[in-house]
């Protein structure tokens, strides 16, 4: 699970490239439609830092998961959505603003709720509490990720509107082609710790992927917002920014086994988001609202 070329670098460029494409089918007027009906942004972060903690806490005290587990597991709850939800997102037709938005807000606000939530868990599971500074250097990362390649796509959107709507096809079918060979290249890479570790901790997280986008779902549905909104909030707590809490589990906690869950959880979430994208986009064409 240690750095490589696959997560330094191809990973990056590819998911860079994936959002200059997602730039070329947004204009500023999406973002000023999220900002004029709040309650998306509002639902989307309620459910990311306050109700995920507390199903990933239930989740490991009723399966009695080991302390280190347990801490790996609240520090991928803390964990803001990734990069992949707004590819995820635009292949299932959500609001890719939202998701966007959502991303970059939850990002910033993750300063504080992660190291609270991430230092309460070391405190409670572990008896010890540990500081945790803010990852502001991986936030950095995200934003420049993800919001520089959007702006560069808005602004070829503004200037070469014909040029825009052409691509709009094959950056949809790239995004799949890009997920399909990182979802083997993950896989391939975390094999044997996916088969180490399966047991211990792959029902948990895989309830807790489930439970968090079924969570995201459902919750603004009951709320009667836009089912484009519902699909956006779904992919962006369903999937965590698994690196991130890799990071943090290695490089700051020095804690190999702290980053199992969130190894473990990155590789089911792919399939799980990959079976929504592909049933939330069948049921739109069917005119669903």
């Known amino acids: 699970m240690q750095s490589s070329l696959l997560t330094n670098l191809l990973l990056p460029l590819a998911l860079g490239v994936i959002m200059l494409g997602l730039g070329l089918g947004l204009t500023l007027a999406d973002f000023r439609r999220v900002a004029r009906y709040p309650r998306a942004v509002l639902t989307g972060l309620f459910l990311q830092t306050a109700v995920l903690p507390w199903v990933a806490l239930g989740l490991a005290l009723l399966f009695k998961l080991p302390p280190e587990l347990a801490v790996g597991l609240m520090l991928l709850a803390a964990s803001p959505g990734g990069a992949t939800a707004n590819i995820y997102s635009h292949l299932a ?93 993950a ?26 986008m079924a969570t995201g779902y459902a919750a603004p549905r009951a709320l009667k917002l836009p089912r484009k909104q519902a699909i956006a909030i779904a992919m962006e707590i369903g999937i965590h920014n698994g690196t991130l809490a890799i990071f943090i589990a290695l490089n700051v906690l020095q804690n190999a086994t702290m980053s199992i869950p969130a190894a473990v959880y990155s590789l089911l979430m792919f399939f799980t988001a990959a079976a929504f994208a592909w049933f939330a986009a069948r049921r739109g064409q069917d005119g669903d609202a």
């Open 93 to 185: 037709r959500g609001d890719v603003a939202l998701n966007i938005t959502l991303t970059a807000v939850n990002s910033v606000l993750c300063l504080l709720t992660l190291p609270l939530i991430l230092n309460l868990s070391l405190e409670f599971f572990l008896g010890s509490g540990q500081y945790v500074p803010p990852p502001v250097q991986k936030i950095v990362e995200v934003a420049v990720i993800i919001l520089l390649p959007v702006a560069f796509g808005m602004l070829v959107r503004a200037r070469a509107p014909a040029f825009a709507a052409r691509m709009e096809k094959p950056i949809r079918l790239l995004s799949v082609l890009v997920l399909v060979l990182l979802i083997v290249a």
């Open 187 to 212: 896989v391939a890479k975390e094999w044997r710790t996916l088969l180490q570790f399966f047991a211990s901790i792959g029902i948990v997280c895989l309830l807790f992927n489930l439970a968090s």
